[in-house]
């Protein structure tokens, strides 16, 4: 199978060929040829697997048919990382097309998105919340929208963004083509189907298991000692990028510190950082200014950075899809990835249910020369008076302050 088959118009085959796709994957064969047909689609695919560009191939396709600078396609994204990424990928596939395309998220200014907005766009990638302001305040004009694409819609009811989405719905003309993304099928994202879509067409990549290119293996290893095995790990392994994940945004900060005290070139990313924070890590570990980023589940979503070479669970994730999520973010196409996740003895019931999904035992290791039975501190390694036991305390999952509206 080859992108000719597609018919897709020749500007957008050299933007194709200029990212160097030689090869279309999985869901862009099963996804392009209906969504060219104008059918609803449910894609039922996690990040790494080339969906963004299984959407936005043939919706270009589609408004290059259309009067330009007026929107006629809209993507919603949960975070403004995705949305950012989403529009970098336009840019990059549409660069010899000539559309225009705008990312709309708050936390910025909303006068230069109204002035884009008004110098004419054809497609727009946008955050629920911020969204629906430029709605309310009649800054933007939906009424040419032909093509909807909810991105990560799971991610989006996680959030507390689906009441939004039903707001934009609502202000959407039909028929319009909506093309609805997921990892997984929760039975609210079902409900949001049978609403938004017309005889939609499911197209799925697998179980949402990760890419079998990624080795997983875990570290048992005592709380308190986490952050020492993390330092140790990243000495003794050969790494590209690596990114780390900790269950909270406090937790993150603090380990992104310990490894900049031990000499790392680390930084942390999370939803309580400053808009232009939060880019600037990702700019950092994108060129490589920084190897090593310490993220929370949500920040960390949308993250495409292709040479991550280990994503390494601090603390376990909450959920198999919280696992399969943040593994998500390496072994994408073709490259080799590893996923250590250190475990405590409270993780056991999540690792049995992962080795149930990934249909295979998680390999148990235990890193040379660490002192796996070093005594808790008076202050724990996170710098506070310590907890008694070593459980990993479970706290809420963390949600990015900074997507969610007011
Ligand atoms: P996504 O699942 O959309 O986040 O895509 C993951 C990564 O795969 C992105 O860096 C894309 O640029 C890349 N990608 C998408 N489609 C292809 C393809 N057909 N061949 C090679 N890389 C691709």
């Known amino acids: 199978m080859s992108f000719e088959n597609f018919n897709l118009d020749p500007n957008i085959m050299q933007g194709v ?12 064969i099963q996804a392009i040829p209906p969504i060219m047909q104008g059918r609803d689609i449910i894609g039922l695919a996690q990040t ?28 919603i994204s949960p975070t403004r990382e995705l949305a950012e990424q989403t529009c970098e990928a336009i840019d990059a596939l549409g660069q010899y097309t000539g559309l225009k395309s705008i990312s709309i998220y708050g936390g910025v200014g909303m006068e230069q998105q109204i002035r884009r907005l008004r110098s004419g766009v054809d497609i727009i990638v946008a955050c629920p919340g911020r969204l629906l302001d430029h709605i309310w305040k009649s800054t933007i004009d939906l009424s040419f929208v032909e093509m909807l694409v909810i991105d990560e819609a799971d991610r989006m009811f996680d959030m507390g963004f ?6 934009i719905l609502r202000c959407l003309v039909r028929p319009r083509q909506t093309m609805l993304f997921s990892a997984t099928m929760p039975p609210d994202i079902r409900r949001l189907v049978q609403e938004a879509l017309r005889i939609p067409v499911t197209v799925q990549i697998g179980h949402a298991a990760p890419a079998d290119t990624v080795s997983h293996s ?13 330092s140790a790990v990243l000495r003794s392994f050969e790494t590209d990028s690596v990114l780390v994940f900790t269950r909270t945004k406090h937790r ?18 999370h939803g309580d950082l400053a808009q232009n924070r939060r880019q600037a890590a990702l700019d950092d570990f994108r060129d490589g ?8 589940d949500i920040a960390a979503r949308g993250i495409d950075v292709l040479s991550i070479s280990h994503v390494i669970n601090v603390d376990m994730p909450e959920s198999v899809d919280a696992y399969t999520h943040r593994i998500g973010r390496t072994g994408r196409i073709d490259q080799k990835g590893d ?3 250190f475990v405590t003895a ?14 295979t035992p998680l390999e148990r290791r235990k890193l040379q020369g660490f002192d796996y039975d070093a005594p808790v501190p008076a202050v724990s390694e996170e710098g506070s008076q310590r907890r008694s036991g070593f459980g990993g305390r479970r706290t809420q999952p963390q949600r990015a302050a900074g997507t969610r509206r007011r």
């Not at 993150?252 to 990313?269: C, E, H, I, N, Y």
């Open 17 to 28: 060929r200029a990212q160097g796709y030689t090869e279309p994957t999985p869901i862009q």
């Open 48 to 75: 790494g697997t080339g969906k963004t560009a299984a959407f936005l191939l043939p919706v270009m396709d589609r408004l290059l048919k259309l009067p330009r600078g007026r929107i006629g396609a809209a993507v």
């Open 162 to 167: 689906l009441p939004d989405i039903r707001s």
């Open 218 to 230: 875990i570290y048992p290893v005592k709380q308190h000692l986490k952050i020492k095995l993390l």
């Open 252 to 269: 993150a900060d603090r380990v992104a510190l310990q490894l900049k005290r031990s000499g790392f070139r680390a930084t942390a990313l």
């Open 289 to 296: 200014t920084v190897k090593i980023l310490v993220a929370t």
């Open 339 to 341: 996923a250590l996740t």
């Open 346 to 359: 409270a993780d056991a019931d999540l690792v049995k249910e992962i080795e149930k999904v990934l249909k």
